[in-house]
């Protein structure tokens, strides 16, 4: 929509919508910026196929995995611990997607490095979120991680990255959607479960 200069002024806007809670501010340009022209669009690649297969899955109700997820059988965690756990890892992954993202926008690491680093980490989620009853999700990772060539240019990593930033963000809501917390608030309140988990200690 456009760029801030004064970043001075900025924060004095912050401060005041801070200090009188929801209220209108406009900002207005003093020049008018020619309009960007719009990027090109970038060729079907493996590697956006594969990624644009996973975003699709996750656009259906509920997304893929999530049936998975609430008739898994975790016998040695429970089924609420591996959804905490689904929870956190779709986060962790969400948090090096946008770290990858960064890195790949401003020309701050070399593509091939970006993308053995892209590959290593969906890998690692893949094992992980296998384990905590997502396996389906984790075969898009590890197809994704294989299709991802080693010299990755920079425009299709970050098209890429864009779209599974998405596709985490709505499995992560999903994950939270279908675990019942507030039952859990509801029967321990917010501190009884942790005091007993402490032995009757006090946090």
């Given amino acids: 929509?456009?760029?801030?200069?004064?970043?001075?002024?900025?924060?004095?806007?912050?401060?005041?919508?801070?200090?009188?809670?929801?209220?209108?501010?406009?900002?207005?340009?003093?020049?008018?910026?020619?309009?960007?022209?719009?990027?090109?669009?970038?060729?079907?690649?493996?590697?956006?196929?594969?990624i644009a297969a996973l975003h699709e899955a996750t656009l259906t109700d509920p997304p893929v995995g999530i049936d998975e997820l609430r008739s898994a059988q975790?016998?040695?965690?429970?089924?609420?611990?591996?959804?905490?756990?689904?929870?956190?890892?779709?986060?962790?992954?969400?948090?090096v997607l946008f770290l990858l993202r960064d890195h790949a926008s401003h020309s701050s690491a070399e593509p091939g490095l970006l993308a053995s680093m892209f590959t290593n980490e969906l890998l690692r989620y893949a094992r992980w979120l296998e384990l905590v009853g997502m396996p389906t999700v984790a075969g898009h990772l590890r197809i994704i991680a294989s299709a991802c060539p080693a010299g990755a240019n920079e425009a299709e990593l970050v098209s890429g990255l864009e779209a599974m930033l998405v596709a985490m963000a709505r499995l992560r809501l999903w994950v939270d959607a279908v675990s019942p917390w507030h039952l859990l608030k509801e029967r321990f309140g917010d501190e009884a479960w942790l005091a007993k988990s402490l032995g009757g200690r006090s946090a």
Wanted: hydrophobic share 50%; glycine share 16%; proline share 7%.
């Fill in 74 to 95: 975790m016998l040695g965690m429970g089924n609420m611990a591996g959804r905490m756990q689904a929870s956190g890892l779709l986060m962790g992954l969400a948090e």
């Fill in 1 to 50: 929509m456009g760029s801030v200069h004064d970043l001075k002024a900025l924060a004095r806007l912050g401060n005041a919508l801070l200090g009188a809670g929801a209220t209108r501010a406009r900002l207005l340009g003093q020049a008018s910026v020619p309009a960007r022209r719009p990027p090109a669009p970038l060729p079907a690649s493996t590697l956006l196929g594969a």
